[in-house]
Nanobody
Framework: QVQLVESGGGLVQPGGSLRLSCAAS????????MDWYRQAPGKQRELVAS???????NYADSVKGRFTISRDNAKNTVYLQMNSLKPEDTAVYYC??????????????????WGQGTQVTVSS
């Protein structure tokens, strides 16, 4: 069974930095896309950053130049480095992984999984 565990959220002042982590565990054979989403109170969940297994990245316009998504394949972990944080970045951040898992290599299947969410609050 695949589990995603997020960490790294917290309270930070405007202009500060945080690094979120999302570690996947279980019988995982391949990870395709790794995404970070966020959802602020009263708003829809939005895609913040994406990273494919070929290394291509994509960012929401609101975070370009401030956030960086990266991955450690050996640890099945995706990171989101957030710099120059603004109050409008306040939200619950979720990772979403598109991956293959299963009982064994010949009984594997592809699906997407969500992390539990981690709160990021940017406030003075």
């Amino acid at each position: 069974q695949v589990q995603l565990v997020e960490s790294g959220g917290g309270l930070v002042q405007p202009g500060g930095s945080l690094r979120l982590s999302c570690a996947a565990s279980g019988n995982i054979f391949n990870i395709y896309n790794m995404d970070w989403y966020r959802q602020a109170p009263g708003k829809q969940r939005e895609l913040v950053a994406s990273l494919t297994n070929s290394g291509s990245t994509n960012y929401a316009d609101s975070v370009k130049g401030r956030f960086t998504i990266s991955r450690d394949n050996a640890k099945n972990t995706v990171y989101l480095q957030m710099n120059s944080l603004k109050p409008e970045d306040t939200a619950v951040y979720y990772c979403n992984l598109d991956l293959e898992s299963g009982e064994n290599y010949f009984r594997r299947y592809r699906s997407t999984y969500w992390g539990q969410g981690t709160q990021v609050t940017v406030s003075s």
